[in-house]
């Protein structure tokens, strides 16, 4: 089974950027739909960005405009470039791939988590 490794993570002031990695140990063309999760303390982890095969992204609201999702299928890597970053913006950012059919999941990989701290 592939496996998913996040790095980029780490402290940065507000109004910084930081550009998060999801480097997969095989091929992701096999996820249709990739994505990036936060788990901030004491909420829910939510979606933040995701990314499917063909190239079409989607973020959150609160995210549009200072964040974008890309992946680089020849070096089976996912990108999150975070700009503009708020302390609410702190959390445990992690890489999702998934490979559907037809709308149903029928196999899912996490990484085990970056985390980002904006702080001053």
């Known amino acids: 089974q592939v496996q998913l490794v996040e790095s980029g993570g780490g402290l940065v002031q507000p109004g910084g950027s930081l550009r998060l990695s999801c480097a997969a140990s095989g091929s992701i063309l096999s996820f249709n739909d990739m994505g990036w999760y936060r788990r901030a303390p004491g909420k829910e982890r939510e979606l933040v960005a995701s990314?499917?095969?063909?190239?079409?992204?989607n973020l959150v609201d609160s995210v549009k405009g200072r964040f974008t999702i890309s992946r680089d299928n020849a070096k089976n890597t996912m990108y999150l470039q975070m700009n503009n970053l708020k302390t609410e913006d702190t959390a445990v950012y992690y890489c999702n791939g998934r490979t559907t059919n037809w709308g149903k999941v029928l196999s899912e990989v996490w990484g085990q988590g970056t985390l980002v701290t904006v702080s001053s």
């Open positions: 990314i499917i095969s063909g190239g079409r992204t």
